[in-house]
């Protein structure tokens, strides 16, 4: 049956291929709770290969009958009914057929030769956005959207736990007609970013994801103060769209 299991594979490949450009990038929602924005994001693409998936394995299934009522051989016969209780199995579990790799036995590496190192992504710990904020300024309309041009905002994180973070901002400032830099204040610990010309966005679609630095809690803490601000000469000063302020661990720097 591994001729059958390619054929439908081919398929699946062949529709993936051929989804529009639109289907394949969704365009970002607004999450809200409890719901974060890449659970959204992975229920709509579940949703797009389904629609993909289950007309082919609908293809496939009737394709595998046919083969079964035309067999001469007990054996293939067992071996088609097989595929097709796979098959059904997949169309009950929600239609999206696994593409990955099954597991193999592979022979034991060469202890000569080290496996290059990869550079682990940060976990994402902390996630904060304006409608949670204290205090913005200026002030936003109520109900606050999910993005608001700022001056100022202030947040109190609750609890964080002791370690390096490596704080990121998902924004953008609005014009650099002078120095700007994006200063955040968590606690006593100052991270302070000049903004540059990559950092300029006119709409919201063009938001960045900013690396602002790194700060480092020797303990535990709770109701910690954060502040947000822009630092500048400009008159009169420019805005910074922000959508969320991120927190994420962050590795030691290897000596």
């Given at each position: 049956?591994?001729?059958?299991r390619?054929?439908?594979?081919?398929?699946?490949?062949?529709?993936?291929?051929?989804?529009?450009?639109?289907a394949?990038?969704?365009s970002?929602?607004?999450?809200?709770?409890?719901?974060t924005?890449w659970q959204?994001?992975?229920?709509?693409y579940?949703?797009?290969?389904?629609?993909?998936?289950?007309?082919?394995?609908?293809s496939?299934?009737?394709?595998?009958?046919?083969?079964?009522?035309?067999?001469?051989?007990?054996e293939?016969?067992?071996?088609?009914?097989?595929e097709?209780?796979?098959m059904q199995k997949?169309?009950?579990?929600?239609?999206?057929?696994?593409?990955s790799?099954?597991?193999?036995?592979?022979?034991?590496?060469?202890?000569?030769?080290k496996?290059?190192?990869?550079?682990?992504?940060?976990?994402?710990?902390?996630e904060?956005?304006?409608?949670?904020?204290?205090?913005?300024?200026?002030?936003?309309?109520?109900?606050?959207?999910?993005?608001?041009?700022?001056?100022?905002?202030?947040?109190?994180?609750?609890?964080?736990?002791?370690?390096r973070?490596?704080?990121?901002?998902?924004g953008?400032?609005?014009?650099?007609?002078?120095?700007?830099?994006?200063?955040?204040?968590?606690?006593d610990?100052?991270?302070?970013l000049?903004?540059?010309?990559?950092?300029i966005?006119?709409?919201?679609?063009?938001?960045?994801?900013?690396?602002?630095?790194?700060?480092?809690?020797?303990?535990?803490?709770?109701r910690?103060?954060?502040?947000?601000?822009?630092?500048?000469?400009a008159?009169?000063?420019?805005?910074?769209?922000?959508?969320?302020?991120l927190?994420a661990?962050?590795?030691?720097?290897p000596?």
């Amino acid at each position: 049956m591994m001729t059958a299991r390619s054929y439908l594979f081919g398929l699946v490949s062949l529709g993936l291929w051929a989804l529009p450009l639109h289907a394949q990038t969704p365009s970002p929602a607004i999450p809200s709770a409890p719901t974060t924005g890449w659970q959204q994001l992975e229920s709509t693409y579940q949703n797009e290969l389904k629609k993909i998936h289950l007309p082919l394995l609908s293809s496939y299934i009737n394709e595998l009958t046919r083969l079964a009522a035309a067999s001469r051989s007990a054996e293939t016969t067992v071996a088609i009914n097989r595929e097709l209780q796979e098959m059904q199995k997949v169309i009950a579990s929600g239609g999206v057929v696994d593409l990955s790799p099954p597991n193999t036995k592979e022979a034991p590496p060469d202890p000569a030769l080290k496996p290059a190192l990869t550079k682990a992504k940060p976990e994402r710990l902390l996630e904060l956005r304006p409608a949670s904020a204290q205090e913005i300024s200026p002030s936003p309309p109520n109900p606050i959207p999910s993005i608001v041009p700022i001056q100022k905002i202030t947040w109190t994180i609750d609890a964080l736990p002791k370690g390096r973070f490596e704080v990121i901002c998902q924004g953008a400032i609005s014009s650099l007609d002078a120095p700007v830099s994006l200063v955040i204040q968590v606690g006593d610990q100052l991270l302070k970013l000049p903004l540059e010309k990559r950092h300029i966005a006119t709409d919201p679609e063009s938001l960045r994801l900013i690396q602002v630095g790194v700060f480092q809690l020797e303990n535990d803490v709770t109701r910690l103060p954060l502040l947000v601000s822009l630092e500048t000469t400009a008159s009169p000063p420019p805005s910074f769209l922000l959508r969320q302020i991120l927190f994420a661990r962050s590795k030691p720097t290897p000596p």
